[in-house]
């Protein structure tokens, strides 16, 4: 009975949506446009240039696509745990006024209403950022407490992310649904996963990449060009472009093409950024990964450019950061997974779930210290509401149900 109470412990299946697995499909996702052999961008002056990936970068893809494969053997998941006990009643409240609250202080923020992604982003401070987490908590505690219990609490987050997508901020909206995915697939093989979950997602995608390529012309009202670029003949440039995987590959191809090394790093401060606030003080010395390399390799690309955990690492410690990056980032993720086995609040499981899908998933086009910060933003969210409703349980303690019930019966047969 033992060895078998122990073997249920464990996935039978190793095709569980497990952190490795999230990792192994979103590189998978980051990888794919190397099997195009290239892509055209274009300049701020308007000059086409065509971009061709390098050999060395499918050895470096396969090499890390065999580290990845390796820690789902060597890192053997236990079965996940979602049980919720607690004052969820307490938790939905405060996360319903959270949304309120900072909901409306961006909503009051016309900067973040234009049209230009510069504005949105020199305008987004720490109150948006708490507002976007939030949202995407709600929707996940309505999920491991009970939508029929939770409708409000997930229609305001609902709608928050819904004005997150609209002020142009497709990543939330995208991390919430791989959260969905993860509390629904994390025991289960992804064999089992239904075909309306598949054609949900893969449509959730498509929408997401379209929408990155419209998104400002929504914002300035001219649907006229909405309207030509989500014609059929517009459509898979407005989606590609809407990806943005092309780019993303391009960075490792560059690392590896002409074996660049970062000038300085900042992984040191890694162990540091769960600390509150500590994030402000990064990027001033100047050893960002994008700070280093955008204007050395991509100095005539408009806007900014998405960074790549796995040019970073290259760029960093060569082929030798592939393994570290993965080892990392499983030990990591498995105590995470510990302490969501062990905890009961479904606002904390809720703010550690979104904390994995950073660090595997969303992690493709950061460098690990802008990972790890946003996964303490959203955890720092989710121990400030549960902080709150334990707090307030301290201070004004309920006498549990059935004592209630016996002095009620005592006084009505006193």
């Known amino acids: 009975m ?5 073997r249920r412990d464990y996935l039978v299946s190793p095709f569980a949506l ?55 053997v060597g890192f053997v998941p236990r079965r996940q ?33 234009s049209a230009s992604k510069a504005d949105v982003l020199s305008s987004t401070g720490r109150f948006q950022y708490i507002f976007y987490n939030a949202c995407i908590i709600g929707v996940v505690f309505g999920a491991l407490s009970g939508w029929r219990k939770s409708k409000l609490v997930m229609a305001l987050s609902w709608l928050g992310l819904i004005l997150t997508l609209y002020i142009g901020h497709r990543s939330s909206a995208a991390i919430t649904i791989l959260s969905l995915l993860y509390v629904r697939y994390r025991n289960v093989p992804l064999m089992m996963i239904r075909k309306r979950y598949v054609i949900g997602g893969l449509s959730a995608l498509f929408f997401l990449a379209v929408y990155k390529s419209v998104y400002s012309a929504v914002k300035a009202g001219n649907f006229e060009l909405v ?43 890694v162990p540091l950024s769960f600390i509150p606030f500590s994030d402000a003080v990064f990027g001033k010395d100047g050893c960002t990964y994008n700070e280093q390399v ?10 900014g450019v998405a960074a ?53 998933f969303y992690i493709q086009r950061k460098e690990l210290l802008g990972a790890f910060i946003s996964a303490k933003r959203v955890i720092l969210v989710s121990l400030f509401i549960f902080g709150l409703v334990y707090v307030h349980r301290k201070c004004f303690p309920q006498a549990p149900a059935m004592e209630a019930g016996v002095r009620g019966l005592r006084r009505d047969h006193g």
């Open 227 to 269: 309207g030509q670029k989500i014609k059929f003949d517009h459509l898979s440039d407005s989606t590609l472009v809407g990806l943005e995987q092309f780019v993303t590959l391009a960075h490792l191809d560059l690392v590896v093409k002409y074996n660049y090394t970062l000038p300085c790093s900042n992984l040191w401060l």
């Open 2 to 6: 033992k060895a078998r109470d122990v």
């Open 81 to 113: 745990s979602f049980e919720i006990e607690g004052d969820s009643q307490g938790e939905s409240l405060i996360i319903i006024a959270m949304i309120i609250i900072f909901g409306g202080i961006s909503i009051a923020n016309p900067a973040l209403f």
């Open 308 to 360: 790549n955990i796995w040019a970073e690492f290259y760029a960093n410690f060569g082929y030798a950061g592939f393994p570290l990056l993965v080892i990392i980032l499983s030990l990591v993720c498995v105590a995470i997974e510990a302490i969501i086995r062990n905890v009961r609040s479904a606002t904390l499981k809720s703010g550690l779930i979104v904390a994995i899908i950073h660090l595997t």
């Open 294 to 303: 955008q204007p050395l390799l991509f100095p005539g690309y408009s806007g």
């Open 18 to 72: 497990t952190p490795q697995m999230l990792l192994l499909i979103s590189s998978l996702l980051y990888f794919v446009p190397f099997l195009a052999g290239g892509f055209q961008y274009v300049d701020v002056g308007g000059r086409k240039y065509d971009f061709t990936y390098d050999l060395g970068t499918g050895y470096a893809i396969a090499v890390s696509m065999v580290c990845i494969a390796a820690a789902m």
